[in-house]
């Protein structure tokens, strides 16, 4: 437990030096004629240590989706560029499908012959010139060449390729004029109004997640401090990385773009060990930050390091135990060793 402390005690040794330079050393007399004041405070007692080990995420959309072609052709029309929004059923693309088309008119033939044939056959039937068999058989062929249409249909329809939902274009890998493949990536379209953070977690700490838990989520470059929700975590990890996905949904999105760089923040593991307290209780003096505590009917200072901020809270990485009392509100006015009321 020794090295846990030293760095805030070197420093506040260094601080009382300094103090000793400027300025007689007080006595107990002096000591004693400080005035006592009220304070406001917290106790971390009972607080569990936040041990905390960051990942490094995306954000990415909820609903995303790369459109492909499914049939070969040359494109004849896109529409479309990076950024455009699309409404759900928009036109992306058009394929040339004039093979596509000469099947469906043979299709349609095809159809159309076996429907007189099954219709001929029938009335026959109905005079005693035909059998019930080959009425059944006709029938039958009549049913295949149905099916054929719908399929030569189905495939004409691939020709034309739609938005499956309003999002925005976000990638674009063909233009007017390619020929397309089957699976052929043509573009991305995502739905940039629900976002996500997607990472990776160490199989251990895996663990420890569950959904619906709360994990902060931190993007430096749109200075986005929040918490979100798990919502999806895979229940198997990754053999070569070690590492199992989870997918955490953020509110408050609209600074957010996907793709962006994120931090996740997971529990468990080892991590450093944190301490929670409002920012009103930590001030500055020079590059050292410190605090008060309370021992003994006294505030006492206590240099400390101190983590992230979020959501009016800060961490303290170091220099502060879990069971002490600190002062929250009106620590900027204390000296060492000051008397203390305590007040609700």
Same mark, same amino acid.
């Given at each position: ?9 070197? %420093? ?37 240590? =936040? ?40 036109? =992306? ?132 401090a929040k918490s979100g929700t798990v919502t999806e975590i895979s229940p198997a990890a990754d053999t070569a990385s070690r590492t199992a996905l989870v997918k955490i949904r953020i509110d408050g999105t609209s600074a957010l ?18 301490? %929670? ?68």
């Amino acid at each position: 437990m020794l090295h846990k402390h030293l760095f805030p005690t070197l %420093l506040f040794i260094a601080l009382l030096g300094a103090v000793g330079c400027k300025g007689p050393a007080h006595d107990g007399t002096a000591e004693q004629q400080i005035p006592a004041a009220e304070v406001r405070i917290i106790t971390v007692a009972g607080q569990a240590a =936040l041990q905390q080990n960051e990942v490094a995420g995306a954000v990415e959309s909820v609903q995303r989706a790369t459109i492909a072609a499914k049939v070969p052709g040359p494109i004849e029309e896109m529409p479309i560029s990076l950024g455009l929004a699309v409404k759900k059923g928009a036109l =992306l693309a058009r394929i040339s499908a004039g093979e596509i088309t000469a099947r469906l008119s043979q299709a349609e033939t095809q159809l159309a012959q076996a429907q007189r044939n099954f219709e001929r056959e029938k009335r026959l039937l109905e005079k005693d010139a035909s059998t019930r068999e080959t009425v059944n058989s006709l029938e039958d062929a009549y049913r295949v060449a149905e099916a054929g249409v719908r399929e030569a249909k189905a495939v004409r329809d691939y020709a034309v390729i739609t938005a499956p939902f309003a999002g925005i274009v976000t990638q674009k890998t063909a233009n007017t004029g390619d020929l397309a493949t089957p699976g052929m990536p043509l573009l991305v379209l995502e739905n940039t109004e629900q976002l996500q953070v997607v990472a990776a977690a160490p199989e251990g700490l895996a663990l420890k997640i569950k959904k619906g838990d709360a994990l902060a989520v931190t993007v430096p470059a749109a200075e986005f401090a929040k918490s979100g929700t798990v919502t999806e975590i895979s229940p198997a990890a990754d053999t070569a990385s070690r590492t199992a996905l989870v997918k955490i949904r953020i509110d408050g999105t609209s600074a957010l773009q996907p793709g962006q760089y994120a931090r996740v923040a997971l529990p468990g593991g080892a991590g450093v060990n944190a301490f %929670l307290v409002p920012e009103s209780a930590l001030s500055r003096f020079g590059q050292m930050e410190r605090l008060f505590v309370i021992q003994n009917g006294k505030a006492h200072l206590r240099l400390v390091r101190s983590g992230e901020r979020r959501e009016g809270q800060v961490e303290i990485l170091a220099g502060l135990n879990a069971g002490e009392q600190v002062v929250i509100q009106s620590g900027a006015q204390l000296v060492d060793g000051q008397p203390v009321h305590i007040v609700p």
